[in-house]
């Protein structure tokens, strides 16, 4: 193998190898921007413990409510 086909090739390799690391980049800019709005609307761990701290102090005044 002549060391011009060789030089061709490693550059063929080289454009396909920099293709496919702009496709990754695309495909990571849009992963990112789609957590990103998946972390506004989630629910968070604390969110969930105020809500059920919440109703355990709404069941408690119903519950003296009722005893009155």
């Known amino acids: 193998?002549?060391?011009r086909l060789l030089l061709e090739?490693?550059?063929e390799l080289t454009k396909q190898n920099q293709q496919g690391i702009l496709e990754l980049k695309d495909d990571v800019a849009d992963l990112k921007?789609?957590?990103t709005n998946i972390?506004?609307?989630m629910v968070r761990?604390?969110?969930l413990k105020y809500y059920e701290f919440k109703i355990?102090?709404?069941d408690r005044e119903i519950f003296q409510l009722k005893e009155n």
Request: aromatic share 0%; no cysteine; proline share 0%.
């Open 33 to 35: 921007v789609r957590v």
């Open 56 to 58: 355990a102090e709404h």
């Open 39 to 41: 972390e506004k609307t």
């Open 1 to 3: 193998m002549s060391d």
């Open 9 to 11: 090739q490693i550059l």
């Open 45 to 47: 761990k604390n969110d």
